[in-house]
């Protein structure tokens, strides 16, 4: 069965500094991998998606992604945190059926200015 | 886009009761989604809808559960005999199935049910 697993449930970052969110996932056959994030008091919105090609995925906000095959990992990035990047931020797959997406338990990411 | 609506936005019933929720996907959209996301968790899949259709419905889905999407618009979701484990937000989504980008789901704000 398809699934992504988030290790850490807070990340806190200084204002100004890189930031990483952390996403590994198992899946049989090709990944198909997404990011969404939860702002306060507003639904899921959809960040990025990796398919296919380039290992570096570019998405919302400034955020990117990182995909590695041999470590079966979804990195979420950004060079530069801003305050109003703090929220929940959820990895997601595909299922295998092609039919939903699966989420992660979610990083709480806290940007102090 | 007007975006995903559910209504209300918060119900609190007591323990035994029925409850209903809607949704209001965006109008173009063809698949309807229905999560279901408790504190520190990540969204869970209930059920989906291509059109009226309802394609899949989670394996860990009480019997208590339905859902509907009668013309392929709107959506409901009723619970019946509510416990105190049915309290959490739900959450509808919505998407474009003729697209490669289907997964691209948007999400409403949700209705928070609270079981006493």
């Known amino acids: 069965a398809q699934s992504v697993a988030q290790p850490e449930d807070q990340v806190n970052v200084a204002e100004g500094n890189p930031l990483t969110v952390k996403c590994t996932y198992s899946?049989?056959?090709?990944?198909?991998l997404f990011w969404y994030v939860q702002y306060p008091n507003r639904g899921l919105q959809f960040l990025l998606k990796?398919?296919?090609?380039?290992?570096l995925v570019k998405g919302s906000y400034g955020f990117e992604a990182e995909f590695n095959k041999s470590q079966t990992s979804f990195h979420l990035k950004k060079p530069s945190a801003l305050v109003s990047d703090s929220a929940l931020y959820f990895c997601?797959?595909?299922?295998?059926?092609?039919?939903?997406?699966?989420f992660g338990s979610g990083t709480r990411l806290s940007i102090r200015p | 886009d007007t975006g995903v609506s559910q209504d209300p936005r918060h119900k609190i019933t007591k323990r035994g009761q029925n409850v209903t929720f809607r949704c209001d996907p965006i109008?173009?959209?063809?698949?309807l989604y229905w999560y279901r996301q408790t504190l520190g968790q990540g969204p869970e899949f209930l059920t989906y809808?291509?059109?009226?259709?309802?394609?899949?419905k989670s394996r860990l889905l009480s019997d208590r559960f339905s859902a509907e999407r009668p013309k392929g618009s709107f959506s409901t979701l009723e619970i019946q005999r509510t416990e105190q484990g049915d309290s959490a937000m739900y959450l509808c989504?919505?998407?474009?199935?003729?697209?490669?980008?289907?997964?691209?789901?948007?999400f409403g704000s949700g209705t928070q049910l609270s079981v006493l």
């Open positions: 989504a919505s998407s474009k199935s003729w697209t490669a980008g289907w997964e691209k789901l948007f």
């Open positions: 899946v049989s056959g090709n990944p198909y």
């Open positions: 990796y398919i296919t090609g380039d290992n």
């Open positions: 997601a797959v595909r299922d295998s059926s092609a039919s939903k997406i699966i």
């Open positions: 109008s173009e959209h063809n698949r």
């Open positions: 809808f291509q059109n009226e259709a309802q394609l899949e």
